[in-house]
C-alpha cells in the first residue's frame, strides 16, 4: 500500500481529529476519581489509512489523497480521552492498558459502527458503549450512540471537524449516564 | 646356371653327410616331465597341507554350508565345513576338515560354536557375519597336546555362544559379588574416576550364596589401585536422591546410562601400604555410591523382641536407633500363633552392629557388651518415625527408672527386654481410665436408680414432717402441759409434777431418738456423697494426669504440626504470590491483553491489506507503474 | 656310383651331401661343413607331439582339481575349479555360460587330446585309409583349438578388472596357469603334427 501511495501521483494531506470542546462538569461528579478509557473497537470499514467519506447511504468512498495521520483508532482515543479530561478536569483519565493496581474507578468502552460523513451532507457517529466498574468489571451503565451533525463546508477539512463535535456529543452524553 | 653338365654327377663335391647316432632322447620330452613334476609338487603340497577331519555335534546347523562354511581361529581361516548330517538323536552332525597346523593343538577340549550376528549386552558382536556369512569360531584349549591318531574323532561338542574370552591385554581379574544384575551384562564397563579402566568379561550364578558372581577384568596398571578396601558400586543409569537436605543427581557416563556400568574407589585414608588384591578376589557390590561409603561392619547380634499392642507400621529393614544412630535393622517380623492355647506372641528379630557403639568391640565382646547396657537400663521400644505415614522405628534407649531385666535366653536367639510406648501406655491408661469412670459412673446411676436415695429422702421427708408434728403436738403438749401445771400447781403439784417430769423426760428423749434419726440420716446421706465426690476426685486427677502426659505428647506434635504447617504457610504464601501476578497478567485491560489483541489486531490489518494490494493489483495491474487512480470528487 | 642316390641340402651352410639311405631310428644327419644337424622332410618329429600331449595331458589333472578362480564378495567368497564354477553359474540360472565354460574348457580340451592322440597313432601306424576324415578332424582340431583360452581370458580380464577392495576382488589361481598350459601345449602339439603325415606313404624309417 506504501508503495502505491508513493507511486501515485497526488500528495496526500493528513488530518487529525483534535480535542473537541467541553466545559467543565467536575462539580457534578466529584466523586469519581479515575476513569479509563479502554480499547475504542472501530468497523473496519474504517481501520484504513484513507479517510472514508460516504457518498450516499449505500456507498462510501474512501479516499487516498485525504489520510489520517495516525491510526483512526488512536485519534479516536486521544479526542475521547483529551475531552474527558476537559469536562472532568479533576479526575485522573486514564488510557488502557493499566496495570491491576492502577484500575481506575470506572472504565468507557466504545465500539463503533459508523463514523464518516461528506462534504455538504451529514456526519453521523454511530455505536454503543459500556461504563463499567473498574474493581469488579461489572456492568453500570450501557448505551448506544447516534449522532449526525451536519457538515456546512466543502472541504474534507470541515468534515474533520465537525467529526470532532460529534465526538465531543458523545462524552457529554456519556457524562451524562455518570453516576 | 646349370649348363648341361651336372653338378650332381660329380661325386667328389658331394659333402659327406656324417651320421652321428643320437644318444639322448629328444629334449622335447622335458616338457612333459616338467609338467609331471610341477603336477606331483602341487599334490604333494595339497597332501602336506591336509590336516584332520573331526566332527562336532553343533545345537543347530543354523548358518553352515557344507562345503563353503570356514572355519577360524583368531579371524584366520584353518579348515572348512565338509558335509553336515544328522546323528543319532536327530542333532546336527558337522563335519570339518582343519588344517595340518591347527590339527596339532587340537585335542577333545576345544571349543567350537557358530558366530552369526548376536547382539548381547554391551556388544553387538558377529555383524561382520552379515557379509561374510556366518563361519564357525574355534578356541583350541591346550597348545602342546596332540590329537589321538584317529581320523574321526568324536568327542567335541559345540557350545550354544562364544565362550565368554579372557582379553588378552595385560591386567587382572577379579571377582564381584551382587544380589541381582540388574542392567550389568557382559562387556559391561568398570570404571575408575570415571575413566574405563576394565570391563565385566562373565558371570554365573553361585550355587551356595544365591548370589551373582561376576568376573570382571582390570586392565593394567588400574589393577594395583584395588586392595582389600575398595568399594565397588553400581552407577547404571542416574542414581536420584530427594531428602530433607535437597536433591542430588548422579551419572557416571552416558555409556553407563545405556548399558550400566561399575565404578570402583578405594578410600584415601586407608590405602597407604595396603598389599594390591591378588587375582580373583571376592568383593562386594554395593547398589549405589552412598551405601558403598557406609561403614558396613560384618559383626551382627540377633535378638528376638516382643512387643505388646500392634506392630501397625514396623517393617522388615526398618532400622535401629539408639539416640538417633543407626545400630542395625530389623531383621523379620513374624506372627507366632499357638493353636491349642490361643496366645498370640509377634517375635521382631534385629540385627544389632555392635561396633557402631564402639570400634573396638570384638564380636566376642559383645554380648556381654550388650548385657550390661541391659543392666544400665536400656531397653527397646516402638517408636514412631513419622507421623505421617506411621512407619515405626525401634528405639533403644537408656531409662534409668526401667524395671530391672537382663537379656534372656530365647529358642533361637537371645530376647532383648523391651518397654512399652508412651502410645501404648497411653492408650492403655486411656482404656484404664475409661472403664474407671465406666464403673463409677454406673454406679452412682444404679444407686440413683435404685431409689434408694428417693426413699431415704422421704423417710428423711416423712421422719420431719412426724418430727413436725411431734414439735407441733409436742408445743401443744407443753402448753397444755403448762396449764395443766398451772392448774395442778396448786392442786395435784406434787404428784402431776413427778408425771409431767416422766412425760418432759420420755419426750426430750423422744426428741433426742428423732434428732438421732436426723442426724444419722443426714450422716449417711452426707457419707455417700462423700464416697461419690471422692471417685469423682480420683477420676478427675487421673483423668488430669493422662491429660498432662496427652499434652506432652500432643505438644511435640503440635511443634513438629507447626513446623509443618509454617512450611505449609510458606509455600501456600509463595503460591498466593504466583496467583496475584497471573492475576495481574491476565487482568482485563491488563498490558499484556491489550498488547495481545493490538497484535491480532495488526495481524487481521495486514492480511486485509495484502488481500487489497493483490485486488488491486488484479484490477490495475497498470498502478504498479502509473500508480493507482483516485476517487473523484462528487 | 652309379645310383641316383638322394642328395640332401643343408639350409645353413649351403652344402648338399649325399642322404644315407638307410638309417634306424636313433641315426641323426650332421652336416659336414657347419655340423647343423639335418632332418629329412618331413622333419617333424612325432616325439615332439607327444611329449607335448602327454605334458598337456599331464597338466591337465591340476588343471581340474585346482581352483581356477576365486571370486570373493563383501568378504565372502572361494575359489572354484573349472567344474565348480560351471556347476554354480548352472545353479545360480547362467546355464548358458555354464554350458560355454562346460564345452571350452572340458570338452573342447579333451576332445583335442584324444583327437591328436588319434591322430599320432593312426599316423604311427601307418593307416592308409580315412585319410579326407582324418585331415577334416585334424583341421577341425586345430581351429578350435585356440578358443579354449576364452576361459583363461576371461579369469584374465576379471581378475585385472575386479579389485574393489574388501567389496569385490577376484583372483586367479594355479589352476588357471595350468590350464592355459594345457591349452598353450595342445596348441603347440596340433601346431608340430605335420598334417602331410597323414598323406604320406608309411615308410617308418624315413619318419624319425
Given at each position: 500500500m506504501l508503495l502505491l501511495s508513493a507511486c501515485s501521483s497526488v500528495a496526500p494531506q493528513y488530518f487529525t481529529l483534535g480535542t473537541p470542546e467541553l466545559s467543565s462538569v467536575a462539580n457534578q461528579h466529584q466523586s469519581i476519581t479515575s476513569i479509563g478509557v479502554a480499547r475504542i473497537r472501530l468497523p473496519s470499514l474504517l481501520d484504513r489509512q484513507g479517510m472514508v467519506l460516504r457518498k450516499d447511504n449505500f456507498s462510501v468512498a474512501v479516499s487516498e489523497q485525504y489520510q489520517w495521520a495516525g491510526v483512526l483508532r488512536e485519534e479516536f482515543n486521544e479526542s475521547l480521552v483529551s475531552g474527558l479530561q476537559a469536562a472532568l478536569p479533576s479526575t485522573r483519565v486514564q488510557v488502557a492498558p493499566w496495570q491491576l493496581e492502577q484500575t481506575p474507578q470506572y472504565y468507557l468502552t466504545v465500539s463503533v459502527l459508523a463514523f464518516d460523513g461528506a462534504p455538504q451532507a451529514q456526519a453521523k457517529l454511530r455505536g454503543s458503549w459500556q461504563l463499567l466498574q473498574g474493581s469488579s468489571g461489572r456492568l453500570v451503565k450501557a448505551g448506544t450512540m447516534s449522532f449526525s451533525r451536519a457538515v456546512a463546508g466543502k472541504e474534507v477539512k470541515d468534515v474533520v471537524q465537525v467529526q470532532n463535535q460529534l465526538i465531543g456529543d458523545l462524552i457529554r452524553h456519556v457524562l451524562a449516564a455518570l453516576p | 646356371m646349370n649348363s648341361g653338365n651336372d653338378p650332381l654327377s660329380s661325386q667328389e663335391n658331394l659333402a659327406a653327410v656324417q651320421v652321428r647316432r643320437q644318444r639322448w632322447?629328444?629334449?622335447?620330452?622335458?616338457?612333459?616331465?616338467?609338467?609331471?613334476?610341477?603336477?606331483?609338487?602341487?599334490?604333494?603340497?595339497?597332501?602336506?597341507?591336509?590336516?584332520?577331519?573331526?566332527?562336532?555335534?553343533?545345537?543347530?546347523?543354523?548358518?553352515?554350508?557344507?562345503?563353503?562354511?570356514?572355519?577360524?581361529?583368531?579371524?584366520?581361516?584353518?579348515?572348512?565345513?565338509?558335509?553336515?548330517?544328522?546323528?543319532?538323536?536327530?542333532d546336527p552332525l558337522v563335519t570339518l576338515a582343519l588344517n595340518r597346523d591347527i590339527s596339532d593343538v587340537l585335542d577333545c577340549s576345544a571349543q567350537f560354536w557358530v558366530v552369526r550376528p548376536r547382539i548381547r549386552g554391551a556388544e553387538i558382536s558377529g555383524i561382520t557375519t552379515l557379509f561374510s556369512g556366518t563361519y564357525i569360531g574355534m578356541l583350541p584349549q591346550r597348545v602342546d597336546s596332540e590329537l589321538k591318531e584317529n581320523e574321526t574323532s568324536i568327542c567335541y561338542q559345540a557350545l550354544e555362544e562364544p565362550p565368554a574370552t579372557k582379553p588378552s591385554r595385560p591386567g587382572r581379574e577379579f571377582k564381584l559379588m551382587t544380589d541381582s544384575m540388574g542392567s550389568l551384562d557382559i562387556g559391561t564397563p568398570i570404571f575408575y574416576k570415571q575413566l574405563q579402566v576394565g570391563e565385566i568379561i562373565n558371570y554365573r550364578l553361585s550355587a551356595d550364596s544365591?548370589?551373582?558372581?561376576?568376573?570382571?577384568?582390570?586392565?593394567?596398571?588400574?589393577?594395583?589401585?584395588?586392595?582389600?578396601?575398595?568399594?565397588?558400586?553400581?552407577?547404571?543409569?542416574?542414581?536420584?536422591?530427594?531428602?530433607?537436605?535437597?536433591?542430588?543427581?548422579?551419572?557416571?557416563?552416558?555409556?553407563?546410562?545405556?548399558?550400566?556400568?561399575?565404578a570402583f574407589e578405594t578410600p584415601p585414608e586407608q590405602n597407604q601400604s595396603l598389599p594390591v588384591s591378588p587375582s580373583n578376589t571376592v568383593f562386594n557390590l554395593y547398589p549405589d555410591l552412598t551405601s558403598s561409603r557406609e561403614k558396613h561392619y560384618q559383626d551382627r547380634l540377633y535378638y528376638t523382641l516382643y512387643f505388646n499392642g500392634s506392630l501397625r507400621g514396623l517393617a522388615e529393614k526398618a532400622p535401629v536407633e539408639f539416640q538417633g544412630i543407626r545400630v542395625g535393622q530389623v531383621e523379620k517380623i513374624k506372627l507366632h500363633l499357638d493353636p491349642k492355647s490361643l496366645d498370640v506372641r509377634i517375635p521382631v528379630l534385629i540385627s544389632i552392629e555392635p561396633q557402631r557403639f564402639s570400634e573396638e568391640l570384638k564380636l566376642a565382646e559383645a554380648p556381654q557388651f550388650m548385657e550390661s547396657l541391659v543392666k544400665r537400663g536400656m531397653r527397646a521400644k516402638l517408636e514412631n518415625g513419622n507421623l505421617l505415614t506411621g512407619q515405626m522405628f525401634v528405639g533403644l534407649s537408656l531409662d534409668e527408672k526401667a524395671k530391672p531385666d537382663s537379656i534372656a535366653k530365647g529358642q533361637f536367639y537371645d530376647v532383648f527386654p523391651t518397654s512399652p510406648t508412651p502410645v501404648e501406655e497411653l492408650s492403655k491408661m486411656a482404656s484404664g481410665i475409661a472403664d474407671d469412670l465406666k464403673s463409677t459412673l454406673g454406679g452412682v446411676r444404679q444407686f440413683m436408680e435404685s431409689g434408694q436415695l428417693d426413699k431415704t429422702v422421704e423417710n428423711a421427708n416423712k421422719v420431719l414432717v412426724a418430727t413436725e408434728t411431734t414439735m407441733t403436738e409436742a408445743k401443744q403438749a407443753v402448753t397444755d402441759a403448762r396449764l395443766i401445771l398451772q392448774q395442778l400447781q396448786t392442786n395435784t403439784l406434787p404428784g402431776v409434777s413427778s408425771n409431767l417430769e416422766t412425760a418432759t423426760a420420755s419426750l426430750t428423749r423422744a426428741l433426742d431418738q428423732v434428732s438421732a434419726n436426723v442426724d444419722k440420716v443426714s450422716t449417711t446421706l452426707d457419707g455417700s456423697l462423700k464416697a461419690v465426690t471422692g471417685d469423682l476426685d480420683k477420676v478427675s486427677g487421673t483423668l488430669n494426669q493422662s491429660l498432662t502426659s496427652l499434652t506432652g505428647t500432643a505438644k511435640q506434635a503440635g511443634t513438629d504440626f507447626n513446623r509443618s504447617s509454617v512450611e505449609f504457610d510458606k509455600t501456600v504464601q509463595r503460591l498466593q504470590g504466583s496467583l496475584t501476578h497471573l492475576d495481574r497478567l491476565l487482568a482485563q485491560n491488563s498490558p499484556t491483553q491489550y498488547q495481545l489483541t493490538e497484535m491480532m489486531d495488526e495481524v487481521t490489518a495486514m492480511s486485509r491489506a495484502v488481500r487489497a494490494l493483490t485486488e488491486t493489483l488484479q484490477r490495475q495491474p497498470e498502478a504498479l507503474i502509473r500508480g493507482k487512480k483516485d476517487w473523484e470528487e462528487h | 656310383m652309379d645310383s641316383h642316390a638322394p642328395l640332401i641340402h643343408c639350409k645353413i651352410c649351403g652344402c648338399v651331401g649325399e642322404r644315407p639311405v638307410l638309417l634306424n631310428k636313433y641315426e641323426r644327419l650332421y652336416c659336414a661343413r657347419c655340423g647343423h644337424q639335418m632332418r629329412l622332410e618331413p622333419h617333424y618329429s612325432l616325439q615332439t607331439t607327444w611329449a607335448l600331449l602327454w605334458a598337456a595331458a599331464i597338466l591337465y589333472i591340476p588343471a581340474n582339481l585346482m581352483p581356477v578362480m576365486s571370486v570373493y564378495f563383501l568378504?565372502?567368497?572361494?575359489?572354484?575349479?573349472?567344474?565348480?564354477?560351471?556347476?554354480?553359474?548352472?545353479?545360480?540360472?547362467?546355464?548358458?555360460?555354464?554350458?560355454?565354460?562346460?564345452?571350452?574348457?572340458?570338452?573342447?580340451?579333451?576332445?583335442?587330446?584324444?583327437?591328436?592322440?588319434?591322430?599320432?597313432?593312426?599316423?604311427?601306424?601307418?593307416?592308409q585309409k580315412h585319410q579326407q576324415e582324418r585331415m577334416r578332424l585334424f583341421h577341425l582340431t586345430e581351429y578350435i583349438g585356440?578358443?579354449?583360452?576364452?576361459?583363461?581370458?576371461?579369469?584374465?580380464?576379471?581378475?585385472?578388472?575386479?579389485?574393489?577392495?574388501?567389496?569385490?576382488?577376484?583372483?586367479?589361481?594355479?589352476?588357471?596357469?595350468?590350464?592355459?598350459a594345457v591349452v598353450v601345449l595342445t596348441m603347440l602339439a596340433a601346431a608340430t603334427l605335420d598334417e602331410r603325415l597323414i598323406w604320406a606313404s608309411v615308410d617308418k624309417n624315413n619318419l624319425l
Open positions: - | 632322447p629328444s629334449p622335447v620330452w622335458l616338457l612333459p616331465l616338467a609338467a609331471a613334476l610341477i603336477g606331483l609338487w602341487l599334490l604333494v603340497q595339497n597332501w602336506m597341507q591336509q590336516g584332520t577331519i573331526i566332527t562336532v555335534h553343533f545345537p543347530s546347523a543354523e548358518g553352515i554350508d557344507p562345503g563353503n562354511t570356514q572355519v577360524r581361529y583368531k579371524a584366520v581361516n584353518v579348515g572348512k565345513v565338509k558335509s553336515v548330517k544328522f546323528d543319532a538323536n536327530m544365591g548370589q551373582v558372581e561376576l568376573h570382571i577384568f582390570v586392565d593394567e596398571p588400574y589393577y594395583r589401585l584395588i586392595n582389600k578396601n575398595t568399594r565397588f558400586w553400581d552407577v547404571s543409569g542416574i542414581d536420584v536422591r530427594v531428602d530433607s537436605v535437597g536433591a542430588e543427581v548422579r551419572m557416571e557416563s552416558l555409556t553407563s546410562l545405556l548399558i550400566g556400568g561399575i | 568378504g565372502t567368497g572361494q575359489p572354484d575349479t573349472i567344474v565348480g564354477g560351471a556347476i554354480h553359474l548352472y545353479q545360480a540360472g547362467q546355464w548358458p555360460l555354464a554350458i560355454l565354460i562346460f564345452v571350452a574348457s572340458i570338452v573342447v580340451p579333451l576332445l583335442k587330446l584324444f583327437t591328436l592322440s588319434y591322430l599320432l597313432i593312426s599316423i604311427q601306424r601307418g593307416e585356440r578358443w579354449s583360452m576364452v576361459d583363461v581370458f576371461v579369469v584374465a580380464i576379471l581378475s585385472g578388472l575386479v579389485q574393489f577392495g574388501n567389496l569385490a576382488h577376484i583372483e586367479a589361481n594355479a589352476g588357471t596357469f595350468c590350464f592355459a
